[in-house]
């Protein structure tokens, strides 16, 4: 046998997750109002309450009950015998305005010159597992989610679902990391109660078998489909019952699953969390652009697997740290035909891609209203498309009188930029490939 790996993922409804989604909430509402906001929004949620904090600058108002009850509605904790709905919990504010000892650091006299908004390492993973260059068990924990949320708002079969959930996927894959099967898939979702408790766990287990799992086989190609053997292990909510969960069950925080929200183990991370920051916060946006620069070497054929890390000093502009390594996949060679090292292949990566914080923002469109879509089943692996965005201000010039009369227009942003593959042909050309 080989390597055992196992990743998890938690659905829209975990408790930690609901937090990440309504700071990125208050996060994208400032933005709506003013693009220039810096935001750190931490949310706490338990029985009956959402309680947030942080610090903030921004020109914008933001109605902070009214965005928590629309996410906690969206959800699904619309019922009171949740003990946590929309309509009922208390919403409790905390957030303060930003330290200006942080922010002299952060905002210059020239946009360029933006210094990153704390100091860290960032990094970035891609492998060709799957068709977007995601790890298999990291982004089958999340279609496995996506498609449980799926099947509870369709109402149509499994209507007994409630909104918390979690997954675990482990694959057998041999001694050169290629997947042979799928071992042993979890699944815990919260439910109704049921009459028997014996009941309960068959029906539950039967479905999952019958409706949820052929679901996420279809979404998946052909040869992954293969790797469900006969002798796949399958848990359906081990512990038994589930109907006390949410926050109810278990009190949840902003930033408590980063490696839900990376590549579930694989690769490397550098402890920051993504939600309720805006882009001058290079945990977040530095993250998003090592794994630009890590999916785009894979597509472009460069190696098969790549982990870049990328390290800065708050205020700095420059990166203080890039580092690549291709885990001995590499594929390019010099002029003379021998293989380029990773520390060749990091420098002219380097020479290529603007790591300052005002450049990736402006790559990326980070100042636009995009960040809800992220907090839930991973920042990286999904699709990028762009969308008309609402937002109360038109540029620069007309920013105050559009901010005081709510004057609301709209803007084309970009969702999920960073999985663009449109480096490819210059990392071809760059590397002779």
Known sequence: MGYLFTSESVSEGHPDKVADQISDAVLDEMLRYDPESKVACETMVTTGLAVLAGEVKTKGYVDVQTITRRVINRIGYTKAEYQFDGNSCGVLSAIHEQSPDINQGVERTK???????????????ACREMDNFMPLTSELSHILLQELAAIRREGKTMKYLRPDAKSQVTVEYTGNWKPVKIETIVI??????????????????????????????????????????????????????????GPHGDSGLTGRKIIVDTYGGRGAHGGGAFSGKDSS????????????????????????????????????????????????????????????????????????YDLRPYAIVKRFGLKNPIFERTAAYGHFGRDPFSQDVEVYYQNKDTFDKTLDGHVKTFKKADFFAWEKTDLVDALRAAFNI
Do not use: C, W
């Open 111 to 125: 946009d360029e010159e933006q210094g990153a908004g704390d100091q860290g390492m960032m990094f970035g993973y």
């Open 188 to 245: 815990s979702t919260q439910h109704d109660p049921f009459a028997e408790e014996s009941v309960m766990l068959e029906k539950i287990r039967a479905d999952v078998q019958k409706i949820l799992i052929p679901r996420v086989k279809r979404k998946l190609p052909q040869r992954l489909q293969r790797l469900f053997k006969a002798d796949m292990k399958l848990f359906v909510n081990p512990t038994g019952k589930f109907v006390i969960g």
């Open 281 to 352: 916060k290079v945990d977040r946006s530095a993250a998003y652009a090592s794994r630009h620069i890590a999916k785009n070497m894979v597509a472009a054929g460069i190696a098969d697997e790549v982990l870049v890390q990328v390290a800065y000093a708050i205020g700095v502009a420059e990166p203080v740290g890039f580092y690549v390594n291709t885990f001995g996949t590499s594929k390019v060679k010099d002029n003379y035909g021998k293989k380029l090292s990773d520390e060749a292949i990091a420098s002219q990566i380097k020479s290529m």
